[in-house]
Structures are given as C-alpha cells and as structure tokens.
C-alpha cells in the first residue's frame, strides 16, 4: 500500500492576509490524490541564534514537521529583491540539525506572489540557498505571480484561473518528483 506524500507548506510571508499564503492555501485545496499538505505557521518563530541551549517550542514543532515531509512546498515572498526573512530563517533553524537531516535530499517545489516580476528574484535566490542545503528544487512549472494583478480577492485568496492551473501542474509535477527521486 502506497501510503500519501507528505508535503510540508511554508509561506514566508506572516501577514494574516498574504498572498503567499495564499497559494499554499490553494495547493492544500486542490492537492491530488496521493498528496498531502500541512502547511507550517512560523509566526512564533524566533530567530536562528546558537546561543539559545534549548530549542523553544515553535522550533520544535517546525522541526517535527520537517521531519515527518517527504517534500516541500515553499512559497517565498520578494522583499527588496531577495527571499524574505521568515522563510530563511527556517531554514537556517533546520540546516543545524546534525547533517542536515530534515533538508538534503528532500525535494522541494517553489513558488511566490509578489510585485512586479512575482517575486522570481527571490526564487532564484532560494534556489542558491537549496544548492548549499543539498534540497532538490523541481525545475519546471515555475509559479511567479503577480499580487497586485486581480489575482488575488482581498482577502488573499487565489482568483486567477492562469495561476491556479499552474499550481495543480506543478503538484502533479512534484509528485512525479518525489517518485523519481525515491528510486
């Protein structure tokens, strides 16, 4: 028996009403079978310090999460041409577990909401920080998005029918991902 693809959801973005978020939360709609998506709440994340001796439990949680995806899904926001802070930052607290065990080699899908281009600096960006973790970005449907486009209700929710195709190819398409890698 095949047991569903795991796939942890991480919006870099913390507004109530985000448009990242947003698309995570359309994935986790529309997610086919054989998937399915938790998407992680890193509003009471701190930041990465190696000084702290015991992991608070924000921490904690995002790490157990971490632990139990098979892939993930990351949803990166554009801010001043770069990745925002809160998606760094969890990735930084997961990369110091001993030898990267929640990230390398884990597969992972990319997508953003954003100004302008839709936040494709910012990806390009993480897909540096993915070489160094060893986290295996799947290539193709890129999702770049416009937040101030009609695409989104005000209430960040995913209108735009052109986005929402791209987003059920590119879970079907880190599906087949997440097979491929498994052999």
Known sequence: ????????????SLRAKSTNTGLLNY?????PAGIEITIADLKELP???????TKPSAVQNLLTQLAAADA?????????????PALKNALDWASREP??????????AIMGSGGGMG?????YHLRQVCVFLNLHPLNKPEVFCNAF?????QNGVLIDERIQGLIR???LSLQAWVEQLRK
Request: aromatic share 8%; net charge negative; hydrophobic share 40%.
């Open 119 to 123: 936040s494709s600096r910012a990806q």
């Open 169 to 171: 190819e590119q879970l």
């Open 99 to 108: 030898n990267n065990q929640l990230l390398s080699g884990k597969p992972v």
């Open 47 to 53: 930041f990465y310090n190696a000084d702290l001796t």
């Open 1 to 12: 028996m095949n047991h569903p693809i795991q796939v942890l959801a991480i919006s870099g």
């Open 149 to 153: 486009a009609n695409t989104f209700d």
């Open 27 to 31: 994935a986790q709609a529309q997610a």
């Open 72 to 84: 993930l899904l990351l949803a990166c926001p554009e801010y001043n041409y770069s990745m925002a």
